[in-house]
């Protein structure tokens, strides 16, 4: 009988755990589409960029620039509350608007070399990203692997 209740009360707070994993994990899934929407918004707005400096359209490399620009300082873009984040997050800024400023002076090598910079930003932000989601998987396997080791420890003092 004791086995039995220490086993129900362990479940009872395995699944209370996991509950804590779970809610956060759905809003997560609603959270990561609306990003995913957003981002690719920027990947259009980024494209548009290119091909301005393919055709040598300036007004075309402004309209992607002042996009992304304003995009960049919406809640939206602010997915991570991190130095590092607000690190890629001011190159990618400065970048954009030197994209802008070198589109405004219709400087079509200082925009192409701009929007390579901006475009790196990118990359290493989403490099970035990326660290940090695996990170908080390790995390929730960690919270996951401690309370299978507690279920365990407790089987074996019976």
Not at 4 to 32: K, R
Not at 42 to 70: H, S, Y
Not at 137 to 151: G, L, M, V
Request: charged residues 25%; glycine residues 6%.
């Amino acid at each position: 009988m004791k086995r039995t209740l220490c086993i129900v009360c362990l479940l009872g707070g395995v699944l209370a755990g996991g509950a804590s994993f779970t809610s956060p994990a759905a809003e997560e899934v609603d959270d990561d589409e609306a990003v995913k929407a957003f981002m690719h918004a920027k990947l259009d707005a980024a494209q548009k960029v290119l091909e301005g400096l393919v055709t040598e359209r300036f007004g075309v490399i402004r309209q992607g620039a002042d996009r992304m620009l304003v995009m960049s300082r919406s809640a939206e873009w602010h997915v991570h509350k991190t130095p590092a984040y607000a690190q890629h997050s001011a190159e990618f800024q400065n970048a954009a608007e030197r994209v802008k400023k070198a589109a405004r002076e219709e400087e079509l090598d200082a925009a192409s070399l701009a929007y390579l910079q901006l475009t790196m930003s990118c990359i290493n932000c989403h490099k970035y990203a990326r660290s940090i989601k695996i990170a908080q998987n390790d995390r929730i396997d960690s919270r996951f692997d401690q309370i299978a080791r507690a279920a365990t420890l407790t089987g074996e003092n019976r």
